[in-house]
């Protein structure tokens, strides 16, 4: 059975940090591309970053670089995603996913053939 779990979500204050957690399970998790997204309530889901866990390859949504990091820790099927520097904007539910198409077009939903439930991700002004 694949699951993807998805953790870490909270509330903050503005310029705050969190850290999300994915464990992912029932797959080769080396073939797959995982990516992040969020939706924000009355807005559509996006793409917010992805790494390919066959090369580490990482890819960011250009409103998060140099603030998110995407990271993995293939010993533990585990992806992270740093959030330093966080704005009131970046409040939604975060969804990990994962796709065997790697991250080509990590922002399309229909990349992924897998979905974590939602964490939610609240920063205050």
């Known amino acids: 059975e694949v699951q993807l779990q998805a953790s870490g979500g909270g509330l903050v204050q503005a310029g705050g940090s969190l850290r999300l957690s994915c464990a992912a399970s029932?797959?080769?998790?080396?073939?797959?591309?995982i990516g992040w997204f969020r939706q924000a309530p009355g807005k559509e889901r996006e793409g917010v970053s992805c790494?390919?866990?066959?090369?580490?390859?990482?890819y960011y949504r250009e409103s998060v670089k140099g603030r998110f990091t995407i990271s993995s820790d293939n010993a533990k099927n585990t992806v992270y995603l740093q959030m330093n520097s966080l704005k009131p904007e970046d409040t939604a539910v975060y969804y990990c996913?994962?796709?065997?198409?790697?991250?080509?077009?990590?922002?399309?939903?229909?990349?992924?053939?897998?979905w974590g439930q939602g964490t939610q991700v609240t920063v205050s002004s």
């Open positions: 996913a994962a796709g065997s198409y790697h991250c080509s077009g990590y922002g399309r939903l229909s990349r992924y053939d897998y």
């Open positions: 029932g797959f080769t998790f080396d073939d797959y591309g």
């Open positions: 790494i390919d866990n066959s090369d580490s390859s990482t």
